[in-house]
């Protein structure tokens, strides 16, 4: 049972996009997120910003293997809302089975707030 979104099913070798979300109640100026990913079945190819996104953006993928760490900074940025496209990440998976994506949204800032949460868990779903 998926605890999210489930993406799944892929075909082995085949990219899939996993679209990465914010909910900002004020105008979302800058974002962190961590997203985790078991390694040995899903291979992560690229991180690109989001269809709403057109502040800076950053991504560092595999540092450390299975980590994906997505930036993004606007100070001039307006958006808000409850689903705010931020990024995307591509995988591909490796083999058969269900892999669980999950994370930690380390830090959002908005006109309203900033909200620094080392420890605030993200269930994105199973693959």
Known sequence: ???GLAVGPIVVGTPVIIPIYIRSDGQLKSFEVLLLVEDSMLGVEACT???DWTGGFSCSINDPVG???IIGADITSTLSGKRIHVGNV???AKQSGVSR???IRVKVASS???NLCPACPIVAGNI
Request: aromatic fraction near 6%.
């Open 90 to 92: 591509r995988v591909n």
């Open 101 to 103: 994506i999950s994370g």
């Open 49 to 51: 910003s989001g269809q």
């Open 1 to 3: 049972k998926a605890d």
């Open 67 to 69: 980590n994906i760490f």
């Open 112 to 114: 309203l707030s900033s």
